[in-house]
């Protein structure tokens, strides 16, 4: 399994999570961050703004489902060609998955089912 995250200006969270609902993964944790890019924030006559907002969504995935993922994300999240602030996509490996309310270790196959 693995966790995409990915940090999206603000404007595009609702397209984004609503392409991830589409695309079958309804299941996504979201959460207000500020910062800064490559672009080191943004300047306003003399004023520097380098704490940006953005959302932060969190995704938990099977291996398989990667590329059709980040595609999704991509497809939803781009503002236009080589714009700087878009965000960014982080995919790290996830060893294990439990479910609180029934104390359940969850497996590969059982998450995509759930999402499917």
């Given amino acids: 399994?693995?966790?995409?995250r990915t940090i999206v200006r603000p404007e595009k969270v609702h397209e984004v999570m609503q392409g991830l609902l589409d695309a079958g993964y309804p299941a996504v944790t979201k959460i207000s961050v500020v910062?800064?890019?490559?672009?080191?924030g943004l300047r306003v006559g003399d004023v520097v703004y380098d704490e940006l907002p953005k959302e932060m969504?969190?995704?938990?995935?099977?291996?398989?489902?990667?590329d059709f993922v980040?595609?999704?994300?991509?497809?939803?999240a781009k503002t236009g060609?080589?714009?700087f602030g878009d965000g960014k996509i982080f995919v790290s490996a996830v060893e294990e998955v439990y479910t609180i309310s029934s104390?359940?270790?969850e497996s590969e196959p059982l998450l995509a089912a759930k999402e499917a």
Avoid: N
Avoid at 1 to 4: F, S, T
Avoid at 35 to 40: E, F, S, Y
């Fill in 1 to 4: 399994m693995l966790m995409i």
């Fill in 35 to 40: 910062g800064r890019g490559k672009q080191r």
């Fill in 57 to 66: 969504l969190f995704v938990v995935v099977p291996d398989t489902d990667k």
């Fill in 70 to 76: 980040i595609r999704a994300i991509l497809d939803h």
């Fill in 81 to 83: 060609e080589g714009k």
């Fill in 103 to 105: 104390g359940t270790k």
